[in-house]
């Protein structure tokens, strides 16, 4: 295709002189911060290794934001966080080998909860590549077979003039619907070997819409209008596309009851009359879903913990949204859209026709009453005292980071999160350690709210070191340690399966003193003073620890 002349760019004088003679000392690493300056990158995380020096070295002649933390896993939770909260692609520098395979548990729970993680890993030397055993440090025979099956694109970079393309596709991957990680690898000569490629300008990698197929628009809009006990579903991606708004005006005009996912938190209002809130661990509602002629899942796959453990046998017909084409039908016969949640809803609101059914408030309302009094009838005053106490203290605006801890899993069906985007947890690959380090990408995201993290004290123990990230960088947030002395829902699935656990309990430090030693403030808290200690905590700059020693207990599951 030829290009007419007068597309060219023209440049001044002075334009033209740069290019042509750009400023000495460069090398390939400059290129990689360059092409993240040009795409609009502002804040990167990482952690230095030996053979991605180079990078880092450019990163002092850049304008981009560092933020390091001490474990490369804690890094890659951390940019997860900082893509959920912001929707943009969150850059991650890691070097070779160990560096990389530490970030692959982090990467596996961005792949879950598709959030836009851009990892750049160095290489070994371009003459070590392609399998042989020539004995580099950090030498793996192929180093993205270990990581292909965890993100949604690899890139390779041989030379110096493929990094900035190499970056814009992978970036251009990351927000592609469904969000996700991607991967870029480039050798460690080719990041210190100097350059004179012009310095990279601004690149235009934005990604494609993916707008719903009309003729599934309309089959989905007449369904609804004729349905009469439609119910709504609403996961992960109502929040990641912004399309809580749509979704209640959808409920609304068609009158359909609403439950939101764990991944979907915030979608919908709490306390709306057609809120079924997000009692998915319940047979009440599995019940209640099952009796839905038609219903509507947005934004969601309907995996193990949205369908109460693959109990959920839906018998009216079932239309599934999602932008992950292979989450379409998966689990359940459906009509499936691969779109955007936020276009397919729009084009549902226009579509659907008004339908009003004065008894569905009624319908959620003895449904939420079944799941209280179910609770209510198993003595765990406590554990609903201690979540009140935390929504009672956190700000509504703030946001939350929950690792896998029993406290967590009450807050997947019992908080209210009260805003979208607000309320985060590792539920998507399930792996210890996310609430704290990504409460710190978070904060580095806002540093105008505090933030809050959640663990138990064994999942505290593997980002531990990361309160010195959290002192050195004086970030605004909160982490609060559960502390049972154990792996406190390990020890209930075990105890109940085998009548005894195994393997469960632990030793673990003073916590309050640790934090202490870090130059981190902290208090040991109980039940009672658990509000005002944690509001106070939240309400005061710079970072902070609380310790609540408590055992906590599962309420009752319904799908065993």
Not at 90 to 119: D, F, H, I, K, N
């Amino acid at each position: 295709m030829s290009h007419d002349h007068d597309d060219r760019p023209r440049l001044t004088a002075a334009q033209a002189a740069a290019v042509l003679n750009p400023p000495a000392g460069r090398n390939g690493g400059d290129l990689v911060v360059e092409s993240l300056q040009g795409l609009g990158a502002t804040t990167v995380f990482g952690l230095p290794g030996q053979h991605a020096l180079g990078m880092f070295d450019a990163l002092r002649r850049s304008s981009l934001r560092y933020v390091g933390l001490r474990v490369e896993n804690n890094a890659g939770f951390a940019a997860d966080a900082y893509g959920r909260i912001t929707g943009e692609v969150a850059p991650l520098l890691l070097s070779t080998g160990p560096g990389a395979l530490t970030s692959l548990a982090a990467l596996q729970e961005a792949a879950a909860a598709s959030a836009p993680v851009l990892a750049i890993s160095s290489q070994i030397p371009t003459a070590g590549l392609g399998g042989g055993r020539h004995g580099y440090l950090h030498e793996l025979r192929d180093q993205q077979a270990s990581v292909r099956d965890i993100v949604k694109s690899v890139h390779t970079v041989r030379t110096a003039s493929q990094i900035p393309s190499a970056i814009a596709a992978a970036w251009e991957s990351a927000l592609t619907a469904p969000h996700g990680p991607v991967w870029v690898e480039i050798p460690q000569d080719v990041l210190l070997a100097g350059t004179a490629l012009p310095v990279v300008s601004a690149m235009d990698a934005t990604p494609r819409e993916l707008y719903p197929r009309p003729e599934l628009t309309i089959a989905a809009a007449h369904l609804l209008s004729e349905a009469e006990r439609p119910v709504i579903i609403a996961g992960g991606g109502v929040v990641r596309s912004d399309a809580s708004g749509k979704l209640r005006a959808l409920a609304e005009k068609i009158d359909a009851p609403v439950v939101t996912t764990f991944g979907g938190k915030g979608a919908f209002p709490w306390d709306h009359p057609l809120s079924l809130r997000s009692w998915l661990e319940d047979r009440h509602t599995t019940d209640f879903l099952e009796d839905a002629d038609v219903l509507l899942v947005v934004g969601s796959g309907l995996g193990e913990l949205s369908s109460n453990y693959h109990t959920f046998r839906p018998r009216g017909r079932v239309i599934q949204i999602e932008a992950d084409a292979g989450k379409l039908e998966s689990n359940h016969p459906a009509l499936g859209i691969h779109s955007d949640a936020r276009e397919a809803l729009a084009d549902l609101l226009e579509a659907v026709e008004r339908r009003e059914d004065p008894g569905a408030a009624e319908r959620v309302r003895t449904v939420l009453e079944k799941v209280r009094v179910r609770i209510e009838a198993q003595d765990l005053t406590l554990e609903q005292q201690v979540l009140a106490a935390v929504r009672e203290a956190l700000p509504d605006a703030a946001p939350s980071f929950w690792d896998m801890t029993i406290l967590a899993y009450w807050a997947w069906s019992a908080f209210d999160a009260r805003r979208p985007n607000t309320m985060h947890s590792a539920q998507g690959a399930g792996g210890l350690g996310y609430g704290f380090p990504a409460a710190i990408g978070a904060a580095a995201a806002d540093p105008t709210k505090p933030v809050l993290a959640v663990s138990g004290d064994g999942g505290a123990m593997y980002s531990i070191a990361e309160l010195a990230t959290a002192r050195q960088y004086d970030l605004p947030l909160t982490w609060l340690i559960v502390d049972d002395g154990g792996y406190g829902i390990l020890r209930e699935y075990m105890t109940g399966a085998f009548g005894e656990s195994t393997g469960t309990e632990l030793a673990r430090p003073d916590f309050v003193a640790l934090a202490e030693s870090f130059g981190v403030p902290a208090v040991r808290t109980g039940p009672d003073s658990l509000a005002a200690d944690l509001s106070k905590a939240l309400a005061t700059p710079g970072p902070s620890v609380v310790v609540l020693p408590a055992l906590l207990r599962m309420f009752e599951p319904t799908h065993l």
